[in-house]
């Protein structure tokens, strides 16, 4: 069973940045695809980011600009830099693991090729 542990995450005011961290139980992240998404409180878990197994990276449009996924392969870690932050983006953060090697990006804006899910860590962004 794959463990995904987030952190990175707190209170801050609106401009300034976080960077959120996930490590995942496995030996690599070569040939994974890792997901970041978000839920805000009465709302549905959205997309946020994600780096393919290929390395290319997503965003979803109300983040592109402002935040930034990386990954290490080697210490099995992925990133999300996160920049300008804005009340919106108030929310818990999830990483998640796509194991299975999509040419599609559009398919890693949802939930279904996400197999493992980290527990979240809070974002908060005050005015």
């Known amino acids: 069973q794959v463990q995904l542990v987030e952190s990175g995450g707190g209170l801050v005011q609106a401009g300034a940045s976080l960077r959120l961290s996930c490590t995942a139980s496995v030996r690599t992240l070569s040939g994974l695809s890792m997901g970041w998404f978000r839920q805000a409180p009465g709302k549905e878990r959205e997309f946020v980011a994600v780096?393919?197994?290929?390395?290319?990276?997503y965003y979803a449009d109300s983040v592109k600009g402002r935040f930034t996924i990386s990954r290490d392969n080697a210490k099995s870690a992925v990133y999300l830099q996160m920049n300008s932050l804005e009340p919106g983006d108030t929310a818990v953060y999830y990483c998640?693991?796509?194991?299975?090697?999509?040419?599609?990006?559009?398919?890693?804006?949802?939930?279904?090729?996400?197999?493992?899910w980290g527990q979240g860590t809070q974002v908060t962004v005050s005015s």
């Open positions: 998640a693991l796509a194991p299975r090697q999509y040419t599609s990006s559009s398919i890693y804006y949802t939930k279904g090729p996400y197999d493992y």
């Open positions: 780096i393919k197994w290929s390395d290319d990276a």
